[in-house]
């Protein structure tokens, strides 16, 4: 039984930082890529970054030079680092393990594998 488990969310300042994880079982996790979405309300989701099997990431315009992201493989637990956060990044942030969707890491329809949600609230 696949499962994602986000934890590190909550509340913080503008300007200030948070480190999400996801924690990965039940399937072979080196072999997915993967990537952080988030939902504001009334937003659509939308991807933050995504990461490939071979390490290589990819961010939205809007968190480069801000967020990483990052795996461990032997932990099978993904990161997001998020640094000088906005109120803008306010909302629940998914991480999502997927393959062989060409490119469309952003691409929630192309993900079967979903965490419950970690919520991030940035106050300016």
């Known amino acids: 039984q696949v499962q994602l488990v986000e934890s590190g969310g909550g509340s913080v300042q503008a300007g200030g930082s948070l480190r999400l994880s996801c924690a990965a079982s039940?399937?072979?996790?080196?072999?997915?890529?993967m990537t952080w979405f988030r939902q504001a309300p009334g937003k659509e989701r939308e991807g933050v970054a995504g990461?490939?099997?071979?390490?290589?990431?990819t961010y939205a315009d809007s968190v480069k030079g801000r967020f990483t992201i990052s795996k461990d493989n032997t932990q099978n637990t993904l990161y997001l680092q998020m640094n000088s956060l906005k109120p803008e990044d306010t909302g629940m942030y998914y991480c999502?393990?997927?393959?062989?969707?060409?490119?469309?890491?952003?691409?929630?329809?192309?993900?079967?594998?979903w965490g419950q949600g970690t919520q991030v609230t940035v106050s300016s």
């Open positions: 999502a393990a997927g393959r062989g969707y060409g490119g469309r890491w952003y691409d929630p329809r192309l993900f079967p594998y």
């Open positions: 039940g399937y072979t996790y080196s072999r997915y890529s």
């Open positions: 990461i490939e099997i071979d390490g290589t990431a």
